[in-house]
């Protein structure tokens, strides 16, 4: 696994990507946050630069090659952001790890494992990329990747978004749903955390609703919620500006 550090001296930030993406997907934090932060993203196995070394991902063992990372990088204590996929790896980091986290900041994720019928449908995809490849994948899963304002009007971020997802090997993709799909229930941990907790959800994501959101971030001690307007999941993305700013008002809280 890959990781990629930003040239900032202040206490470590680590983002973690959501699928079917890379480590580019946080190119605009790097370029607004890296100055109050040492900024670190990774590319998870078979995605970016990062090869793929099973048919399956586990967010367990992507989580504890993350923590190998840091160890390597000499990051004891860190916050640490994970959106969807990069979430669900999060969630098994904290586990592993819960007295290195400073704080967490949830992104359009949950902690729930899937139901059976979320399941399945990962199953079907498994099966729909296999066979028609990667950019036929990304056409079936962008309209819910990003909200509607940016189906309509962001032209550019769905083209760049096409060629990314285009370039992951459908192992790859296949190898994550497999992972996300066999994921544990880790509501628990939410429940006892100890650091201060962000919750951000975009109004207009149709894969994890704000409400369903919400309701998350009351399981932990010290969590705060936020909407973002006119985005979908990859909140980051279609409303950088906003993203950074609520991302750097929960920085403030934890110093």
Same mark, same amino acid.
């Given at each position: 696994?890959?990781?990629? @550090? ?25 370029? #607004? ?29 992507? %989580? ?60 079907? #995809? ?5 066979? @028609? ?10 309209? #819910? ?10 032209? +550019? ?16 993709? %296949? ?12 509501? @628990? ?22 409400? @369903? ?17 006119? %985005? ?6 279609? +409303? ?16």
């Amino acid at each position: 696994m890959l990781a990629f @550090e930003s040239t900032g001296t202040g206490p470590p930030l680590v983002f973690l990507h959501a699928f079917p993406l890379s480590h580019t997907m946080w190119e605009d934090q790097k370029n #607004n946050l890296s100055q109050e932060v040492r900024l670190i993203t990774l590319d998870f196995p078979g995605f970016g630069q990062s090869p793929l070394k099973s048919s399956a991902s586990s967010m367990k063992t992507v %989580a504890s090659q993350v923590l190998l990372v840091l160890d390597h990088l000499r990051v004891e204590k860190f916050v640490v952001a994970g959106l969807s996929m990069g979430g669900y790896v999060m969630l098994e980091l904290i586990s592993q790890a819960p007295d290195r986290i400073e704080g967490a900041a949830f992104l359009s994720t949950r902690a729930k494992a899937d139901s059976s019928e979320a399941r399945e449908k990962r199953f079907k #995809n498994i099966e729909f990329v296999e066979r @028609e490849g990667s950019a036929a994948f990304a056409k079936r899963i962008l309209p #819910n990747l990003v909200g509607k304002t940016s189906l309509a009007s962001r032209q +550019q971020l769905i083209d760049h978004l096409t060629r990314q997802i285009a370039q992951a090997s459908p192992q790859a993709i %296949a190898a994550a749903l497999r992972g996300m799909a066999d994921r544990r229930d880790l509501t @628990e941990v939410v429940r006892h955390l100890a650091c201060p907790a962000l919750f951000l959800a975009g109004e207009e994501d149709s894969f994890i609703p704000s409400t @369903e959101m919400e309701n998350f971030s009351r399981l932990a001690p010290k969590g705060q919620f936020q909407t973002i307007p006119s %985005a979908g999941h990859l909140i980051n993305l279609e +409303q950088p500006k906003l993203f950074n700013d609520l991302f750097r008002d929960f920085l403030k809280t934890l110093r």
